[in-house]
């Protein structure tokens, strides 16, 4: 199975700030990379996928690249409702696999 | 756009067969990749395997022999089925539309089922 290991497990930001979060995969994956946003009682959102396309609606302060075995999600310029946790995932071979999450908290 | 609905009993008992549906709106089942991922509380995702609507599934091999997925194309369902679970199987289960053909990625997702495995 490929592992997905994201960082860092927790961040804490303010308003206005940049945030990178960063995956690696234990072995090359291509662009095949899907990041979501996950807040609580709700189900995962799409936010990219592709290692850097934008899925649709999804706001422009999210962005995504890399490729190969590392990648990042950055959100520009944190807005309050941005507090969430994130999840990578691997769309290159089976089983699929997500990373452990990232929980995102303004501070 | 395509919605989908989970349903299916809230609290089963360990060592008896789990059993979720997921009804598709706003779309055709058809022509589509469609995946359970479970959530247990406070924790990460775990893919647990994908029907085509031709019927062709592909499971995780941590749950290979106890999973079974099938399509209802006449009521544009999913099913889920997950045998002889335990305390470990309790979590949120999610159906959703893919691995897309392009990346492997899942959109849209459904709301999700609790499923809490106790005697």
């Known amino acids: 199975d490929i592992q997905m290991t994201q960082s860092p497990s927790s961040v804490s930001a303010s308003v206005g700030d940049r945030v990178t979060i960063t995956c690696r995969a234990s072995q090359g994956i291509s662009s095949y990379l899907a990041w979501y946003q996950q807040k609580p009682g709700k189900a995962p959102k799409l936010l990219i996928y592709?290692?850097?396309s934008l899925q649709s609606g999804v706001p422009s302060r999210f962005s995504g690249s890399g490729s190969g075995t590392d990648f990042s999600l950055t959100i520009s310029s944190l807005q309050p409702e941005d507090s969430a946790s994130y999840y990578c995932?691997?769309?290159?071979?089976?089983?699929?696999?997500f990373g452990q999450g990232t929980r995102l908290e303004i501070k | 756009q395509v919605q989908l609905q989970e349903s299916g009993p809230g609290l089963v008992k360990p060592s008896e067969t789990l059993s979720l549906t997921c009804t598709v709106s706003?779309?055709?089942?058809?022509?589509?990749?469609w995946s359970w991922i479970r959530q247990p509380p406070g924790k990460g995702l775990e893919w647990i395997g994908y029907?085509?609507?031709?019927?062709?599934?592909s499971y995780n091999p941590s749950l290979k022999s106890r999973v079974t997925i099938s399509v209802d194309r006449s009521r544009n369902q999913l099913s889920l089925k997950l045998s002889s679970v335990t305390a470990a199987d309790t979590a949120v289960y999610y159906c959703a539309k893919g691995p897309w053909n392009q990346g492997g990625w899942f959109d849209p997702w459904g709301q999700g089922s609790l499923v809490t495995v106790s005697s």
């Open positions: 995932q691997q769309g290159n071979s089976f089983p699929l696999t």
């Open positions: 706003g779309g055709s089942i058809s022509s589509n990749y």
């Open positions: 029907i085509y609507y031709s019927g062709r599934t």
């Open positions: 592709a290692a850097s």
